[in-house]
C-alpha cells in the first residue's frame, strides 16, 4: 500500500504526472471532485481532454466524497484485482467544500469569534468537519492512492478574505495528507521533484 501526493501550480505538469505514476495499474479509479458547470464552456473543455487522455479502462467516478472511496476497498467496483485510486484534486475539492458549506461571507472578525448563533460559524465547523474526515481517511486507507493537489500562495496576498481563506485551508489540508502519504512530489514547469519518499 503506497499513498502518493503530487503537488504543483497550474500548468505544471502534476496531473499528468499522478496519471504516469498509476499508468501500468491494471485497474484504476480517477476520482473527479470538480462539478461541471456546464455554462462554463472552458472548463468542459479541459475535462473533455482529461477525459480523452485516460485510457479506456480506467473508471471515472464523479464523486467530492473521498473520505468513502478511500475506505470502501473493492465495493465500488465488485472487482477481483483493487483499482488504484487517483483524486485530482484536493484544490478544486476545498473549493466545492467552501462552496457546499456556505463559506462565502465575510466574519466580522475572524481572530475572535462571535456568538455561535452567528451564521458564519456553522459553516466553517462544517468545513472543518469534512477535512477532518478526509484526512482521518487517508490516514486510515487500506487502498492505493495517488492525491493531486495545488501548491498555492506563493504569490501575492489575495485580495479577498475567501481568496486567503481558500489559500490557508489548502495549504493545511496539503501540510496533513503530506505527513500521511509515503511520497510527495512537486511539479514545477513540467519537471516532477521528489520532496520525500518514505516507500
Ligand atoms: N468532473 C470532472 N472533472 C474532471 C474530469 N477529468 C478531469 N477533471 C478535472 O480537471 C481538473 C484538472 O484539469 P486542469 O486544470 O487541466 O489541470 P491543471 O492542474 O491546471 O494542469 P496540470 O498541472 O498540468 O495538471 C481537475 O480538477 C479534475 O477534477 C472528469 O472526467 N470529470
Same mark, same amino acid.
Given at each position: 500500500?503506497?499513498?502518493?501526493?503530487?503537488?504543483?501550480?497550474?500548468?505544471?505538469?502534476?496531473?499528468?504526472?499522478?496519471?504516469?505514476?498509476?499508468?501500468?495499474?491494471?485497474?484504476?479509479?480517477?476520482?473527479?471532485?470538480?462539478?461541471?458547470?456546464?455554462?462554463? *464552456?472552458?472548463?468542459?473543455?479541459?475535462? *473533455?481532454?482529461?477525459?480523452?487522455?485516460?485510457?479506456?479502462?480506467?473508471?471515472? %467516478? @464523479?464523486?467530492?466524497? =473521498?473520505?468513502?472511496?478511500?475506505?470502501?476497498?473493492?465495493?465500488?467496483?465488485? @472487482?477481483?484485482?483493487?483499482?488504484?485510486? %487517483?483524486?485530482? !484534486? %484536493?484544490?478544486?475539492?476545498?473549493?466545492?467544500?467552501?462552496?457546499? !458549506?456556505?463559506?462565502? @461571507?465575510?466574519?466580522?472578525?475572524?481572530?475572535?469569534?462571535?456568538?455561535?448563533?452567528?451564521?458564519?460559524?456553522?459553516?466553517?465547523?462544517?468545513?472543518?468537519?469534512? =477535512?477532518?474526515?478526509? +484526512?482521518?481517511?487517508?490516514?486510515?486507507?487500506?487502498?492505493?492512492?495517488?492525491?493531486?493537489?495545488?501548491?498555492?500562495?506563493?504569490?501575492?496576498?489575495? *485580495?479577498?478574505?475567501?481568496?486567503?481563506?481558500?489559500?490557508?485551508? %489548502?495549504?493545511?489540508?496539503?501540510?496533513? +495528507?503530506?505527513?500521511? !502519504?509515503?511520497?510527495?512530489?512537486? !511539479?514545477?514547469?513540467? =519537471?516532477?521533484?521528489?520532496?520525500?519518499? *518514505?516507500?
Amino acid at each position: 500500500m503506497m499513498r502518493t501526493l503530487v503537488l504543483g501550480g497550474a500548468r505544471s505538469g502534476k496531473s499528468t504526472h499522478a496519471e504516469q505514476l498509476v499508468m501500468g495499474a491494471a485497474a484504476v479509479d480517477y476520482v473527479a471532485t470538480s462539478a461541471v458547470n456546464p455554462d462554463d *464552456a472552458e472548463w468542459v473543455e479541459r475535462i *473533455a481532454l482529461h477525459q480523452a487522455r485516460r485510457p479506456g479502462h480506467w473508471r471515472t %467516478l @464523479e464523486t467530492a466524497d =473521498i473520505a468513502s472511496v478511500l475506505r470502501t476497498p473493492s465495493a465500488l467496483s465488485g @472487482e477481483a484485482v483493487e483499482p488504484v485510486v %487517483l483524486v485530482d !484534486c %484536493l484544490g478544486v475539492w476545498i473549493t466545492r467544500m467552501m462552496d457546499e !458549506c456556505g463559506i462565502w @461571507e465575510e466574519p466580522n472578525s475572524p481572530a475572535e469569534p462571535t456568538s455561535p448563533a452567528e451564521p458564519v460559524e456553522a459553516p466553517r465547523a462544517r468545513l472543518q468537519r469534512r =477535512i477532518d474526515e478526509v +484526512v482521518a481517511a487517508v490516514e486510515q486507507t487500506r487502498r492505493e492512492v495517488v492525491f493531486v493537489s495545488n501548491e498555492v500562495g506563493q504569490g501575492v496576498v489575495p *485580495a479577498h478574505w475567501s481568496g486567503r481563506f481558500f489559500r490557508d485551508q %489548502l495549504g493545511i489540508l496539503n501540510t496533513r +495528507v503530506a505527513a500521511a !502519504c509515503e511520497r510527495v512530489v512537486f !511539479c514545477t514547469a513540467g =519537471i516532477p521533484m521528489t520532496l520525500k519518499d *518514505a516507500s
